[in-house]
């Protein structure tokens, strides 16, 4: 609210993995970092989801969620660094969208928890469903999420690949083939221009 009233601009920070300098504040403010809000709340080993704070890494809820039989149905490449909330406002996508589509997709995020900048008192709005949309891949402009719900995926044993083709285009059109067959379950599909390292 201090910062509403005094005009200081308010950079919302995850993890800083994003690719764009989302995180970076370009005329001076304040950088409200939430990597504190790193606990998970709950688990619902029934249903399948998981609530946690903005600033819980990825790596950590996916490992939690494993002890339980269930794993993220996506995360960024970055998952290792990256916190659910900056992944969330980023509106990223990543390894499991093949599976279960893209952040803006119906039951990707199932709830939010999301503190208002206003000038007086700030408000806390639980979202849920559908009222989550205005929030995925905002980038904190409309709101601080502070809690994240998702849903997650039975866990699976996958396995990486690395394969080498003659050409770029050939690695791209083998790639769109798996992409495209159904019977290839898959987490992610990614295209590198030689050389890769080993």
Known sequence: AAAVRHRVFV???GAGTGNYGQAVPLRGGVVLDMS???KIESIDAEAGTIR???GVKLCDLEDHARQHGWELRQHPSTRRTASVGGF???GST????LLHGG??????VLGLRVVTAEDQTPRVLELSGR???PVVHAYGTNGVITSVELPLARAQAWSDVTAAFPSLDAAAAFALDVANAPAVVKRGISVFQAPIAH
């Open 88 to 90: 969330v406002a980023g």
């Open 103 to 108: 952040l803006s997709e119906d039951g990707a």
């Open 94 to 97: 990543g390894h499991g969208a």
């Open 52 to 54: 946690c704070g903005a």
């Open 131 to 133: 009222d989550v949309f």
């Open 36 to 38: 504190g809000l790193d």
């Open 11 to 13: 950079t919302t920070r």
